[in-house]
């Protein structure tokens, strides 16, 4: 799916798609598409489930989206690799990274600590977000704990569903940490100059 454009553009061919069988007994379709934007113009191969258009697989993989804008640079590398963990498949991998994340976060906004779990507890007084954000630092650490270890502690399993969840709150502390502030200058810029008050100077 294109940002700017919606959905990716079939490019029809006879050689391009196929009928194929991936991974169960259903019909499948394979085959092209790029992007509508005519300045990208990106290139995949899809799999497609024929009874409802279900993409099954893409290459390259379809990613997590997000803004970038405003995020340090550290904070923004460690994230991209947890999204391209994700996208292709490598779950445990991903939420060490989100860890990574938030490392980087307390790095960023000076909270110290000898582990990650004292930093986050200090960054509750180097950055303000939502107390409901705050608390939730502390389950993306032990995701990224469970990660890393043989045996989880906390949760049932390091998958698919749990890296997305962690992936998607990790951006809305981000959003909240470094993006809401610039929102705000940005709509604020685009208001009429205030009036000189009569009687003043």
């Known amino acids: 799916m294109c940002r700017q454009l919606g959905t990716f553009e079939a490019i029809h061919s006879e050689c391009n798609d196929g009928v194929a069988r991936f991974g169960s007994a259903e019909a499948t379709h394979f085959g092209q598409r790029h992007c509508p934007n005519r300045k990208c113009r990106a290139h995949l191969f899809v799999v497609v489930r024929s009874r409802d258009g279900e993409v099954l697989a893409s290459y390259p993989p379809e990613r997590i989206d997000f803004d970038a804008a405003n995020i340090p640079g550290g904070i923004l590398a460690a994230l991209e690799e947890a999204i391209t963990c994700h996208a292709n498949d490598c779950y445990t991998a991903a939420a060490i990274m989100v ?32 107390p409901e954000l705050l608390d939730g630092l ?12 043989i045996e989880s502690q906390d949760y049932n399993d390091v998958g698919k569903e749990e890296v997305e969840v962690g992936i998607d709150f990790t951006k809305e502390v981000l959003k909240a940490a470094y993006q809401h502030d610039a929102l ?13 008050q009569p009687g003043s100077k």
């Open 138 to 149: 502390d389950d993306l650490r032990l995701l990224g704990n469970d990660a890393a270890h």
């Open 184 to 196: 705000l200058k940005r709509l604020r810029s685009l208001k009429k100059p205030a009036k000189a």
């Open 99 to 130: 860890r990574k994340t938030l490392e980087e976060l307390c790095h960023d906004r000076g909270a110290t600590g000898d582990n990650l779990k004292a930093r986050i507890r200090g960054l509750r007084s180097k950055v303000i977000l939502p």
